[in-house]
């Protein structure tokens, strides 16, 4: 065979190769991001939150964040407190036609929010969880031990909401940072202050018969003026659990009223009576057995809040 006709097929399967390697390396890869952490120091297209200080962070005894969903619908909030009794309480809200039916939430060190390679929020590894059984609910509440988590670090704060009206089911955060430019994940720092909130005593140890004598002979709960034997009729008057929201109001600011020399002027408590005492102040007469409204779920969130605040700084 001629040199000259071997030199043409080694060049003509140099020339092979050569097209093959070019469109090769001109794909596009197409994969899914591993849902692991990064290792630190690991580059992604934006800084990753462990870079950020928290330094400059008011110290706070609690907050209220916006809880957004689909990158721009705000669907409620996101409110921590920090407890005399050892916990942070984290209360996601949302208002109608929305539920929660799950939420994920990462508090402590900023570095160590579980992130991909690309530098996005992976909320299925943040370590406190809770599904919502039922189709989901209005609030949702996850406590966190104080001693669990540093005094100052960030906080992110995801849930998965349902529209009852439409069926659409979305994703929300806490408002703050996005991690990347390419995901709408978010965290925001914290501050925790050692604030003292106050104590409550519970709504029926006030009837107990060695602690009946120091009821007062009426409570002015709204506009109206309620006798300790009103108050105990209405509060017998259906499992608290299943309460109407003006009932559930009632009682929580009536219990917060009869323990108030126990709770300063500051505590974060009163923001909630206040929303309950307007709520009560929009009925033209006094509440009963047999007229307990409903239909207002901003007055029922305080409700709850108020409620769970009474049972994390009981007095007893």
Known sequence: MKPGVLMTKKNLVVSMLLTIFILLSGCKKDFLEPQTPIAQGKSTNVSHPGTQ???????????????????NITVGTMHYINNN???VDFTYSVEAPWKIIFVSLYVGDCAQIPVNSSGNAVPGLYPYKKSLADGGDITALIQVPRDAISTCGCIS?????YNTVTGATETAWAEGTRFTHTNWAMYFPYCLADCYQGCAYPFLYWYYEVNASNLPPSITLGEHVYTPGELYSISQYA???????SKNCLIQIATIKLSETHIPSNSGVWNDVSICQNYLNTF???LSPTYLPTGNSNARQAADRIANWIRNNNCN
């Open 85 to 87: 009794s050892g916990t």
């Open 284 to 286: 033209g007469q006094k």
């Open 239 to 245: 499992d608290i659990q299943n309460a109407t929201d």
């Open 53 to 71: 200080s928290s330094s400059t962070t008011q110290p706070q005894c609690e907050q209220t964040v916006v809880l957004t969903a689909g990158q």
């Open 157 to 161: 704060a995801h849930a998965v909401v």
